[in-house]
């Protein structure tokens, strides 16, 4: 694992030892990269929704989908215990 330093105004670095103690991270390199984790996490979510959003729409999810949706589930669960 390599390091890096990193250098916070008096009062980010109070904010960030006072997360730490009351979040339960054992030091102040966890919670960063905890930070760091849900922010690729956020990224990653963000990527995601741009694609399902400039993706060809698909069938509406309308009363009809979840029926026919329903019916499939239920048909498969009759079949298993058959």
């Known amino acids: 694992m390599s390091t890096m330093n990193i250098s916070l105004p008096e009062a980010l670095k109070s904010f960030v030892d006072e997360q730490v103690n009351t979040r339960g991270f054992g030091t102040s390199s966890e ?3 905890e930070l760091i984790r849900k922010d690729q996490e956020r990224l990653q979510l963000r990527g995601l929704l741009l694609a399902g959003a400039s993706s060809k729409p698909a069938a509406a999810a309308d009363a009809a989908y979840f029926g026919a949706l329903r019916e499939r589930i239920g048909s ?3 079949a ?3």
Do not use: E, G, I, M
């Open 80 to 82: 298993r215990k058959s």
């Open 76 to 78: 498969r669960t009759a």
């Open 31 to 33: 919670y960063v990269r």
